[in-house]
């Protein structure tokens, strides 16, 4: 999978939701596929003469194997696969003997995307390592949309404290959690709208065991835990983007309620809520601006991994935590010729730390990057690249497909 936020970025919550990343992991990673000489012509695009996946990837339906390339910095390098099985070609259905051009459109005219299985594994240099399966299916011609996983993974991450990052150490705790992912979601279309609103469903049944030995001068047994957070959430979604992969231009925004309940199977009863957009419009022919903002906020007493944290290129995952997380992103992409094209990116994010913590405080962090794409699929808009990440402790590198918020 090649993906940083992708990079991947193993984010405990992001792995409740990996499938969505599926349909943007299948284009990229087949543009490293070992191609004979008979195929060429297949990945060449009569536009320019230029290696493109386009013509292939828009005909290809069934299984196939994918790699997964693992680049989050929180836990370390690492490699996968996954077999997934697309239901319909990536393009949509087809009429009897048009192999590309897509028929499957709704009555907006918007592009139907196929239903996707799949099953997958990847393992880390830090020992992280995750196994499942998922599907995401796509009915009534686009008018629901369905997405269901479940999952097992041994993760190794390191804690830095609930305090927004002001007093935190900066070796941090390592700890090990193990968590069992099961999600069950559905969302619907709002009447021929760019609208969706929907529920889901997710449980995460962990075991948390901390290695006190590295922060302490003595050897005592590591103390670990068992818990289990439960919630129904509510969706609201709007995409107006002109392609899901790079965007050029539009809008993408959701908001998103999380009632974690005992009647629901969690230990502990709390809420979060979370609201994000990404917007996209050209400022010239060849440059692209970018716009990214996040908040997330948790209310009541929660198990610490369920704290929001920054999530921004650059810095690890759980770095930065706290009761409530702001992040807000600028990036320019600069096409300075039709397949190739430059980033630079900035980013800002806030963690306010818990009440409840003596000395509890906020901390506002920064990151800063560069990098650069080519245009892998001119027929989905999708471009891919290497993006490198400077944040307040190190520089970190991301292999990414497409846009990276995700």
Known sequence: MVLSKPGIKIKLY?????????????????SGSVISTSMMDEFIDPQDGMFDTSHWLAEKKGFFPIPIIITEPAVGFG???????????????????????????????????????????????NDT????????????????????????ASVNLKFYGLDGGSGSSSSGLGFNIEPIIFLQQVKFRIKNSDFFAGINYLLLDSTVEFDLSSSLPIEIPSFGFDSTSASVSLLLDYDSRDTLFTPSSGLSAGIKASFFREAFGSDQEFEKYMAYARFF????????????????????????????????????????QGETVTVG????????????????????????????????GDDTVYSRGA????????????????????????????????????
């Open 371 to 406: 990098g650069f794409r080519y245009f892998i699929a001119r027929r989905f808009g999708a471009h891919a690249g290497i993006d490198i990440a400077r944040g307040p402790e190190d520089t970190a590198f991301y292999i990414t497909f497409g846009q990276a918020w995700y």
């Open 79 to 125: 490699l996968g696969a996954g077999l997934l099985f697309l239901h319909d070609p990536l393009a949509g259905k087809t009429a009897e003997g048009d192999t590309f051009d897509p028929q499957n459109v709704d009555d907006e005219g918007r592009l139907v995307p196929p239903s996707i299985s799949g099953l997958f594994g990847a393992y880390t240099e």
């Open 14 to 30: 992001a792995m409740s939701q990996a499938f969505k990343l599926f349909t943007a992991v299948i284009l990229f990673t087949l």
């Open 281 to 320: 419009t050209p400022l010239t022919n060849s440059l692209v601006l970018g716009l990214r903002g996040d908040i997330e906020t948790l209310d009541g007493r929660a198990p610490f991994y369920q704290y929001p944290f920054i999530s921004i290129r650059g810095i690890p995952a759980m770095r930065y």
């Open 329 to 360: 992103e600028a990036e320019f992409r600069w096409n300075f010729t039709y397949r190739w094209s430059l980033l630079l990116f900035g980013g800002v994010g806030a963690a306010d730390g818990v009440d409840f913590l003596p000395g509890s």
């Open 129 to 152: 390592w995750f196994v499942g399966g998922a599907h995401m299916g796509v009915w009534k011609n686009d008018r629901i949309r369905y997405t269901g996983a479940l999952a097992q």
